[in-house]
Nanobody, 115 residues
Framework: QVQLVESGGGLVQAGGSLRLSCAASGSIFSINAMGWYRQAPGKQHELVADITSSGTTNYADSVKGRFTISRDNAINTVYLQMNSLKPEDTAVYYC?????????WGRGTQVTVSS
């Protein structure tokens, strides 16, 4: 069974940067979109950014200009470069792959931004 494993989370000061990675363990023959979502305490789950198989990207307004999503199809990995981090970016970040049978979620990685 394919699993997604996120890495790169941690504690950073406001204004700092982190790079999240999400890799699939196991074989996936076809991945459509890849995306990053987040959930902060007491808040709803929200889309941060996603990227299609052709490389078209989409960002939440709150992260435009600060975050960059990218993917490496050869190794079934998606990245999220996060710059100019703010305390309100603190959340658990989850990756998701959209495959023909549906969506696959990672377990999440904590990002904490201190002021």
């Amino acid at each position: 069974q394919v699993q997604l494993v996120e890495s790169g989370g941690g504690l950073v000061q406001a204004g700092g940067s982190l790079r999240l990675s999400c890799a699939a363990s196991g074989s996936i023959f076809s991945i459509n979109a890849m995306g990053w979502y987040r959930q902060a305490p007491g808040k709803q789950h929200e889309l941060v950014a996603d990227i299609t198989s052709s490389g078209t990207t989409n960002y939440a307004d709150s992260v435009k200009g600060r975050f960059t999503i990218s993917r490496d199809n050869a190794i079934n990995t998606v990245y999220l470069q996060m710059n100019s981090l703010k305390p309100e970016d603190t959340a658990v970040y989850y990756c998701r792959f959209v495959v023909p049978k549906g969506g696959i979620w990672g377990r999440g990685t904590q990002v904490t931004v201190s002021s």
